[in-house]
């Protein structure tokens, strides 16, 4: 608990589960990103059934001021990626989480968001 | 691009798999992502961004309809945050949609 995944967890399942060599799982991991990359570049959506989507969403310019200075710096218009978990990823982790609390783990590495509003959710 | 197209999209640039065994990559690796948030760990893609899991502390909602307080339990939910070189590229590439804007990066606080 509390550890962080990176690409050489996900190519070590990868060679797990089908039997490719270590070196061609790197790969096919790093395939798999650079294509869904690629996609969202030409501003397209990406589903993935039962995790969740990611799309680009346009935003505009507005003003911006630099907390620290005060100073008032123009922000460009620019594209950002939104997630959207599907409901089996939410139930999947809200479950097990639950649990795993209710059980006493200390959850170490889960920040809390302190506010409880869910916006647009 | 929905998951099959993805598949088969690698499908075609490895022509020495079956898309049977690149549906199974393309699956294992979203598994693994859920499995690991479920675990309460991090997955962290540098390049392509940061799944991670956050809590909402329990809260009295209301029922809208009647104004009833209403006990919300805590939740935890995923989070993906993008990463600075996918963050980029989707505002390098193709400024079609965009108005025009001059190229020089901007340092915004995000």
């Keep these: 608990m509390g550890q962080t995944i990176t690409r050489a967890h996900l190519s070590e399942a990868v060679y797990q589960e089908v039997g490719l060599s270590r070196n061609e799982s790197a790969d096919l991991v790093e395939s798999v990103l650079t294509a869904i990359g690629d996609s969202l570049s030409e501003g397209e959506t990406v589903k993935l059934s039962s995790f969740g989507s990611f799309s680009v969403r346009q935003k505009g310019g507005r003003m911006g001021r630099n907390p620290k200075t005060g100073e008032e710096v123009p922000i460009k218009p620019r594209r950002v990626l939104v997630f959207r978990p599907s409901h089996v990823l939410k139930e999947q982790i809200n479950k097990a989480l639950t649990v795993a609390k209710a059980a006493g783990a200390s959850l170490t590495g889960i920040s809390s968001t302190g506010s409880a509003d869910q916006a647009a959710d | ?110």
């Design chain 2, 1 to 110: 691009m929905i998951k099959s197209e993805l598949v088969a999209k690698l499908a075609q640039a490895n022509p020495h798999l079956y898309q049977r065994d690149v549906e199974r990559i393309v699956s294992t690796i979203f598994d693994e992502i859920g499995e690991a948030l479920a675990r309460g760990d991090r997955v962290e893609l540098r390049g392509f961004g940061a799944f991670s899991v956050k809590s909402r502390p329990a809260r009295v909602g209301r029922n809208p309809r009647t104004g009833q307080p209403v006990e919300v339990a805590e939740k935890f939910v995923p989070f993906f945050k993008t990463g600075k070189e996918l963050r980029d590229r989707l505002n390098s590439e193709t400024e079609t949609t965009a108005a025009p804007v001059p190229s020089e990066p901007v340092s915004s606080s995000d």
